[in-house]
């Protein structure tokens, strides 16, 4: 099911199911189904920042709390300083070669603070992952960073750290994963028809990569997504493979996604693993890994954009049951047409869908008309909600990234070549948003007070929170979630993750106060070792998540 906006009225959708030999697909309108006013509550945006100093293209949340926020080196002076007259001397560079400004920070979401790093190889177009040890592991870009592996751990002090050719082999417009063994895999890239790990080891070829590059590429940055056998799912353009990363062999290829549209870079959709149902604690292999890919353009948008021709961007959101035997897509038409939007996974299990073009692909001024609108989809019920607007376009470029109290950070936004601030039709954007969810308006909001036996946690472990509940809440149904808010860039939130644990107890402890006993997922190939945020979710409302750390 689907639904449209229309003169502030929704329509649902039925979507037809069909098989790789039919790869066409219809809607059709059912008017008479359900027609009803737009919600009051459309969530809440909110300026955290008017300027940060720099324009917001990577973004990784650390388990300090805090951001890690960067752009790349190579456009010429950024809007800050670097601390105490310390400047970055680099020969290789195409733009400042005695660089005294930041390309980097750290932001403090609690007190908006920010602070200038100090990144020493071009990062333009990178990827990365936070590790098992909560660092982030930062790869690949451009020029002289194109072989760099960069590395910021979560302290007061720390800035970047580098090894200038921790990768084999040069990585611009890759994307990452982390393996269940805490190893990094490092897909794809332009002109890079392979992958390698980190740490460096060997270079395997992939010629899927290669089969699924046209014209306009469209195969950049694609979707890795780690599936609970402990095989990686990798989509790019229109089609999609199971890669067995350990025997270096493609064990399962998909029907290609039904449509007229690509859906990686440079058209830019996006995609998440929806959230996988733990209802067994012990048995791993019962659990459904569902894909849900949105957004993108035709094929040929990117090249009629070079030429002054902006193509409407797509419409239609696939999802494709990569457990079952033989899966089909299930397509579904959202209320917009988007392209450049991210997909971020609330701790609710709903699924934000911001930012983007309605019109054009990514690249220097290749979009036209700023979606505003967020959208919220929930997986369950095959329902989008339009919610209210920004008055900010965010383009090319443009992040929104998962935080721990339950908002979604937005900013970025440079689809100029250089930073530009005025003359031009979307100027360079150095401010963050936040974006509060409807879930933050209802009340009743729980607050975690206690996780036993700890915040370290083994697989399979029963852990027993403790919550209380805002006066007025009252008994609700509870799920407890686990959250890995990933590390985005271009559309893509990697290996962005969310575990709805298996509950076997809640207890009403005395008034407000509640306890639940759930289990933590059985295998790394399940919940990989790291860092994630445990929420509890009462009556549809997250609490503020609790860092916790699988050994």
């Not at 930041?102 to 590790?131: M, Q, Y």
């Not at 902006?310 to 579904?332: H, I, N, Q, Y």
């Not at 095959?382 to 900013?411: C, N, Q």
């Not at 150095?430 to 007070?449: N, Q």
């Amino acid at each position: 099911m689907g639904r449209e906006e229309k003169n502030d009225t929704l329509y649902v959708y039925q979507i037809e199911k069909h098989s790789s030999r039919d790869p066409s697909y219809k809607v059709y309108e059912l008017d008479d189904v359900f027609c009803g006013a737009l919600p009051q509550n459309g969530g809440k945006f909110k300026v955290l920042r008017r300027n940060i100093g720099i324009s917001a293209m990577h973004v990784a949340l650390l388990p300090n709390d805090k951001l890690i926020i960067f752009d790349r080196t190579d456009f010429g002076l950024s809007n800050i300083s670097l601390p105490a007259g310390r400047c970055r001397d680099d020969l290789n560079e195409q733009a400042v070669k005695h660089d005294c400004s930041a390309h980097s920070i750290e932001f403090n979401p609690k007190t908006h603070s920010v602070r200038p790093l100090t990144v020493l190889t071009d990062t333009w177009c990178s990827s990365g992952v936070v590790s098992a040890d909560g660092v982030l592991i930062q790869t690949g870009g451009f020029n002289d960073g194109d072989h760099s592996v960069r590395y910021f751990s979560p302290c007061d002090t720390c800035d970047w750290e580098e090894i200038k050719n921790g990768l084999i082999l040069k990585r611009w417009y890759a994307s990452n994963a982390l393996l269940p063994d805490g190893r990094i895999i490092v897909v794809g890239g332009r002109a890079r028809f392979d992958y390698e790990f980190i740490p460096k080891a060997s270079v395997y070829d992939l010629p899927f990569l290669r089969q699924t590059k046209d014209s306009s590429e469209n195969n950049l940055y694609p979707f890795l997504h780690l599936l609970p056998d402990g095989n990686l799912f990798v989509f790019a353009n229109t089609k999609s493979i199971v890669l067995d990363f350990k025997t270096n062999k493609v064990v399962r290829e998909f029907p290609e996604i039904p449509g007229n549209a690509a859906r990686n870079y440079p058209s830019s959709g996006s995609s998440v693993l929806l959230p996988l149902l733990l209802n067994n604690s012990e048995d791993i292999n019962g659990i459904k890994a569902e894909i849900m890919i949105c957004g993108g353009a035709e094929p040929s948008s990117n090249s009629k954009a070079m030429k002054g021709e902006f193509l409407p961007a797509d419409d239609t959101c696939g999802r494709l049951v990569v457990t079952e035997k033989s899966p089909e897509w299930e397509m579904e038409r959202m209320p917009m047409s988007r392209v450049m939007g991210d997909m971020v996974l609330l701790p609710t299990g709903d699924i934000l869908i911001i930012n983007g073009a309605g019109k054009g692909t990514a690249g220097w001024c290749m979009g036209r008309e700023p979606v505003l609108h967020p959208v919220l989809y929930s997986p369950e019920n095959k329902m989008f909600k339009v919610m209210d607007p920004t008055t900010i376009p965010r383009l090319y470029h443009s992040t929104a990234h998962l935080l721990s109290d339950g908002r979604v950070m937005v900013g970025g936004s440079n689809p100029n070549i250089k930073y530009e601030f005025s003359g031009v039709l979307f100027p360079t954007e150095l401010s963050l948003e936040a974006y509060s969810p409807p879930y933050l308006f209802r009340g009743g909001r729980p607050r975690i007070v206690m996780v036993e036996p700890g915040l370290e946690l083994r697989h399979g472990q029963r852990i027993t929170l403790g919550f209380k509940v805002e006066r007025g809440g009252g008994d609700k149904e509870v799920k407890v979630t686990m959250v890995v808010p990933g590390f985005t860039t271009h559309s893509f939130t990697m290996n962005q993750r969310v575990l709805v644990l298996k509950v076997v107890a809640v207890n009403k402890i005395s008034g407000e106060s509640y306890a639940v006993d759930a289990f933590v997922p059985a295998a790394a190939v399940v919940a990989p070792p790291g860092y994630y945020l445990l929420h509890v979710v009462h009556g549809g409302v997250p609490s503020r998540g609790k860092w916790v750390k699988i050994k």
